[in-house]
């Protein structure tokens, strides 16, 4: 089912009260959001004209380094063990291969279009510096889906006791993308 944008706030505030409802308008960037990381970063522009830096590690540490030295003038260089950036943020899409040492390697088989983020995958409103950053570069906020087929609800009222898998849809009681329908079902 379509939900507004008003009616979702209703809901929000009427389920968590007006701190719900505030932290929901920040994060949604209908309030402004206070002091974040990369607001204070002090140093006048073009500082770093012509100087070098080094910065070890594409996480996500190192690559919004890069991102506000760049900002200033750095010449920034990231080494990278690994042979992706992201670190610990890594995303499996079709033909993602997945090597576990001591056990088999998987590729992913996902439909065109479905992903599943295998570190990270949840932003909350008090992360204000990764929220500037998703504004800044124009990043798409989704809603986040934590159902897979391991996710069961039980209630001894329901369903005689037994534990039952919700569709996410019913669940959220809102639309989902192809991409939301996959990472709740199909995982
Ligand atoms: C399963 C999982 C779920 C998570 N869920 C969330 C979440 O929902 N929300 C959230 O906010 N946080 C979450 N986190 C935490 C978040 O992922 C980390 O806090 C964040 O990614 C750390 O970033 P980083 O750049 O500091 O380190 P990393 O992402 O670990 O990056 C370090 C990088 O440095 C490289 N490196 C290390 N040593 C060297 C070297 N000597 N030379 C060259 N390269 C090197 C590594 O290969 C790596 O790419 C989760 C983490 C995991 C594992």
């Not at 089912?1 to 932290?23: I, N, P, V």
């Not at 994060?27 to 073009?46: D, F, H, K, R, Y």
């Not at 909350?124 to 570069?137: A, D, N, Q």
């Amino acid at each position: 089912m379509a939900m507004t944008r008003r009616e979702f706030l209703m809901r929000t505030g009427a389920a968590g009260g007006y701190s719900a409802a505030f932290l929901m308008m920040q994060s949604m960037g209908l309030m402004p959001i206070t002091a974040s990381a990369s607001s204070v970063v002090n140093a006048a522009p073009g500082s770093g004209k012509g100087l070098r830096v080094v910065i070890l590690g594409a996480g996500i540490a190192g690559l919004v380094s890069a991102y506000e030295l760049g900002k200033l003038g750095y010449e920034c260089t990231i080494l990278e063990a690994r042979e992706r950036p992201g670190g610990r943020n890594w995303t499996a899409r079709n033909g993602t291969k997945i090597v576990l040492n001591g056990f088999d390697t998987q590729t992913c088989t996902f439909d065109e279009g479905n992903y599943q983020n295998l570190g990270p995958g949840r932003i909350p409103s008090i992360h204000g510096t990764m929220l500037h950053y998703c504004r800044e570069l124009g990043i798409e906020m989704e809603v986040e889906v934590n159902t897979t087929r391991s996710s069961y609800l039980q209630d001894d009222k329901v369903n005689g006791g037994k534990p039952s898998m919700m569709p996410a849809d019913t669940f959220l009681n809102c639309s989902l993308n192809a991409s939301h329908r996959a990472r709740s079902t199909k995982l």
